[in-house]
């Protein structure tokens, strides 16, 4: 009696994109589409604006001549922060000689301008730190987020967890657009990311789940492309309506119908199977089968009834209290050593990826079109990953991506100033290779765990990576001490990435691995062939 169940080939007689792919996939893509705009919405929620010193001695005057007699320059311009001491017993008509220019002193209150922005909503002038901190706050929340919705989904099942998270995201979003104070925006920020954004990883793994090995990649490719989309497509709202509030609404209010997806998108096979529940699976890989007008064979279904009949034998033996598959895993050193190394690589990863997208709307130009410029030369690369990861397998592309990121960042702290052309290619560059190195990870993750803790675990290593995406708000800060310092961190932090690959196991063409003894093998394989 046969009972082994190898579900890549009956995925492989089913055919990578057929009906039933296609259908689920549109599905699944609605939430990565959203998650493109929910991972970078504070850029444009709390920009850096335009204001000055409220001069309240001049104020009521009809012109603002007295401007330069009241403020100081920093660099040829006027300053932000500072303001000259008002002469006592003058004429009040703000002339030179009213103001003593060897005194400066802080401003007490602040004019700002037209452009909108959370910093001017609750008068963060100066105060860079707070404005900083938003997006600090946001990819905190991940802390928790990534470990919960993981537990959740491999407990209670994938869809569950896609359509709970993105609930949480829907509510908390739009409540964070009607925040009366700082301190209530940066509670829902934290919130609405710590209850919301595992629906992205989510919706990541039953993709990954839905098709067999020679399907990853251009699934993930097309994950990308559309997450990339919802990134640009934040940029052009935000540039569009001019209200950070308004932008919220409209990007978070569609997250809401996601919570139908309890009833209309169909669980993992994998899961499934992983929970024991073969009935249930047979009968969306039937369903599955009919959708693609594909027949599957007895033979290739026999192993799930097989077990069936095997379970219904143990249903009278007493219970057996078992250890949890998390706990297994994490008692296996090549498990344990694997998810470390898997986690720096995340952390390199989102601290260069969102390092380098939140310092782009300082570049010169345009910071809505810079934004979609960086965020557009992610398609290319993830074309680019499409085509080369299957063909030189996952290590080499890993490690050849982290160098040559490095190597391009490093560079900006050597290029003349004035240079903005030749900065814009480097700075674009390597977003280009950080991108490719970030698709790959994803990619490689989800293919070195167990299904059993697959996601449990592509959870920890993404919750410890958002340390990066944590500290990459803060990086803009490093450039007030000196100019190409975000530069160099994110360079160093691209080459230790690079040695570390070296350390991993390749698994270009390689199944899925189910049990914890399937996973240890790669490493194994690996070292049987040294």
Not at 198 to 218: D, H, N, Q
Not at 346 to 374: D, E, H, P, Q, R
Not at 471 to 484: D, G, H, S, V
Not at 487 to 494: E, N, Y
């Amino acid at each position: 009696m046969s009972t082994d169940i190898n579900l890549d080939d009956i995925l492989q007689k089913l055919g990578p994109f057929g009906r039933y792919n296609i259908v689920n996939y549109a599905l699944l893509l609605f939430p990565i589409y959203l998650a493109g705009m929910y991972g970078s919405v504070f850029v444009f929620e709390a920009p850096d604006i335009s204001y000055r010193c409220q001069i309240s001695e001049c104020e009521n005057l009809n012109h603002s001549n007295w401007l330069e007699n009241a403020i100081p320059k920093d660099d040829g311009v006027l300053s932000k922060c500072k303001r000259f001491k008002f002469r006592d017993n003058v004429t009040n008509v703000c002339h030179k000689n009213d103001f003593d220019t060897s005194i400066v002193e802080e401003c007490s209150a602040y004019v700002y301008s037209e452009e909108d922005s959370a910093v001017k909503d609750f008068d963060l002038a100066c105060v860079n730190w707070k404005r900083t901190i938003v997006g600090t706050v946001h990819n905190a929340g991940l802390f928790i987020s990534l470990p919960l919705t993981g537990i959740i989904s491999d407990k209670f099942g994938r869809k569950l967890a896609l359509s709970v998270a993105s609930l949480m995201n829907g509510i908390f979003g739009v409540l964070r657009s009607f925040s009366t104070s700082y301190i209530m925006m940066l509670v829902l920020e934290f919130l609405e990311a710590a209850l919301g954004a595992g629906a992205y990883s989510t919706a990541f793994v039953i993709a990954m789940e839905l098709v067999g090995p020679k399907g990853r990649v251009f699934g993930n490719t097309i994950i990308n492309v559309l997450y990339v989309f919802g990134l640009m497509t934040l940029s052009g709202l935000s540039w569009w309506l001019q209200s950070w509030r308004i932008v919220i609404r409209v990007i978070y209010a569609p997250a809401i119908l996601v919570i139908s997806y309890i009833w209309i998108l169909n669980e993992s096979v994998r899961w499934l199977i992983s929970k024991e529940r073969r009935t249930e699976a047979v009968e969306i890989l039937k369903k599955a089968a009919k959708m693609n007008k594909v027949k599957l064979s007895e033979d290739l279904l026999a192993p799930f009834y097989n077990l069936e009949v095997l379970n219904k034998k143990n249903e009278d033996e007493p219970p057996k209290k078992e250890e949890s598959n998390f706990s297994k895993a994490i008692k296996s050193s090549i498990i344990r050593q694997r998810a470390a190394v898997c986690s720096f690589l995340w952390i390199t990863c989102t601290f260069v990826y969102y390092g380098l997208s939140i310092n782009s709307v300082s570049l010169a130009g345009n910071k809505y079109l810079n934004f979609m410029l960086v965020a557009f030369v992610e398609i290319p690369a993830n074309f680019v990953c499409l085509l080369i990861l299957d063909r030189f397998g996952r290590k080499k592309v890993l490690s050849s991506m982290y160098l040559l990121s490095a190597f391009l960042c490093i560079s900006l702290s050597f290029l003349p100033k004035g240079q903005k052309w030749l900065a814009l290619v480097l700075y674009l560059s390597g977003k280009f290779s950080i991108t490719v190195a970030y698709s790959s990870v994803y990619i490689y993750v989800s293919e070195v765990f167990p299904t059993s803790v697959r996601q449990s675990l592509l959870a920890v290593c993404s919750s410890l990576g958002r340390v990066g995406s944590t500290l990459a708000p803060l990086t803009p800060l490093l450039a007030l001490y000196y100019e190409n310092l975000p530069a160099i961190f994110f360079g160093s932090m691209a080459l230790i990435a690079c040695l570390l690959v070296l350390t991993l196991p390749e698994t270009i063409n390689m199944p899925l691995p189910d049990t914890i003894e399937d996973a240890e093998r790669i490493s194994r394989r690996k070292k049987e062939e040294v």
